[in-house]
């Protein structure tokens, strides 16, 4: 057992705080890994507001990277010293989805199966089966991804989720191609990664949809072509404009509520994908004319971690990141201590950031 500090938020909508946090040896399969940097991701403050769960307290931060400390019996994949970027999709291989060769839908990934617990002994549900804003975390040694040392933590590190998410909800989700326009509303990390995949891609047209003009600057940086202030303007019909009056072939929704889903609907062409990849929260709902969902034909998906498979995305993600190919580092805002992750919040609200990382 080691005593470090993380942080956690301990009742719906309180601010979060430093405490001290108890980390057991790892177990049989578990790893121990040492945090260098964890960015602040909008799930996290989902987390605080009790729009995921209510199994409070939580241990916030899942999009780290750092160095594995120790290892349990029976791991053979990472070795104490190996340089990780830490998922949540350690794939089962053995669940109805792995079994038919498409591990990037695992039903039944590995989380570390001890709890890490405060002082007193209450046990903390870890963001994501993650909690990364701490000194050091036990996760399943699968949920531990061997990158290349030379890319940078704080930048690497963000492959673990909002990148990710955002990068797959285009590629993998979206199957953004050669040639196609593609729309995304909400250009923060997650609608950024979008952008950055679907220029990736060869996406001919990229719109990038806003309330903050700030966040429309930093999208032009990622590869947008265009930009649209739904402050403004109407994003369905700017969409249609600047697509020849027909909707964009892949839309993606990285905000998550119903009038941004209904935008990202409206604003496809026949025939196109939605992908919503941003997180309602439980008391949502959406209404639709069914003989519109029918009549526009097309695929309306949703997009967890970007359909991503860690082993195979993130090392090609840091090789892309280290030719210059995938700027990364753009999306660090800023770097804090672990005490101002309450304040990287109120910043990521107010869209004084894309990414605020803690480094530890
Ligand atoms: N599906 C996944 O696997 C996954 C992974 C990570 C994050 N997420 C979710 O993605 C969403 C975005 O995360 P983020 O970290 O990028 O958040 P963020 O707060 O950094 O960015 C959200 C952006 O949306 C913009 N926005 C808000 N309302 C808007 C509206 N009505 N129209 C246009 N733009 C609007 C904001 O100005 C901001 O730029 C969150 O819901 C988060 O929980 C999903
Ligand atoms: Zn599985
Ligand atoms: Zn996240």
């Not at 899942?62 to 999709?89: F, K, M, Q």
């Not at 994501?128 to 996760?139: D, Q, W, Y």
């Not at 930009?227 to 020849?244: H, M, R």
């Amino acid at each position: 057992m080691q005593e470090v500090r993380g942080v956690i938020a301990r009742a719906k909508g309180a601010p979060v705080e430093v405490a001290t946090i108890l980390v057991p040896e790892p177990g049989p399969g578990e790893a121990v890994v040492r945090i260098q940097a964890c960015g602040v991701c909008h799930t996290d403050l989902h987390y605080r507001e009790g729009g995921i769960n209510d199994d409070f307290p939580f241990l916030l931060g899942h999009e780290a990277a750092g160095i594995v400390e120790t290892v349990g019996d029976g791991v053979t994949d990472v070795a104490p010293g190996d340089y990780v970027v830490l998922n949540w999709r350690a794939v089962c291989g053995d669940c109805r989805a792995c079994r038919r060769g498409r591990p990037w839908y695992c039903f039944a990934t590995h989380n570390a199966t001890q709890p890490m617990t405060l002082t007193d002994g209450t046990k903390l549900s870890p963001a994501l089966g993650i909690g990364a804003f701490v000194e050091k975390t036990l996760v399943h040694a699968g949920q531990c991804t061997k990158v290349d040392p030379a890319a940078r933590p704080a930048a690497a590190g963000l492959l673990g989720c909002g990148v990710m998410a955002g990068i797959g909800a285009a590629v993998n989700t979206g199957g953004v191609g050669r040639g196609d326009s593609v729309a995304v509303i909400g250009c923060g990390g997650v609608g950024d990664g979008a952008i950055a995949g679907a220029r990736l891609a060869g996406a001919a047209k990229i719109i990038a949809v806003d309330t903050d003009p700030r966040k429309l600057e930093w999208a032009r940086g990622f590869g947008a072509t265009h930009t649209v202030n739904a402050k403004e303007s109407d994003p369905v019909a700017a969409i249609q404009d600047l697509t020849g009056g027909f909707g964009a072939d892949v839309v993606i929704d990285a905000v998550g509520r119903p009038e941004t889903y209904k935008q990202a609907f409206y604003a496809r062409d026949l025939a196109g994908t939605v992908v919503l990849v941003g997180v309602p929260t439980p008391e949502m709902t959406l209404e639709l004319p069914l003989l519109d969902v029918f009549g526009r034909g097309g695929a309306l998906k949703s997009s967890w971690y970007g359909d991503c498979l860690p082993s195979r995305d993130f090392p090609l993600l840091i090789d892309l990141y280290q030719q210059g190919r995938l700027d990364l580092d753009a999306f660090v805002t800023e770097e804090i201590a672990l005490d101002g992750v309450e304040e990287a919040f109120t910043r990521m609200h107010s869209g004084d950031v894309l990414r605020s990382v803690v480094i530890f």
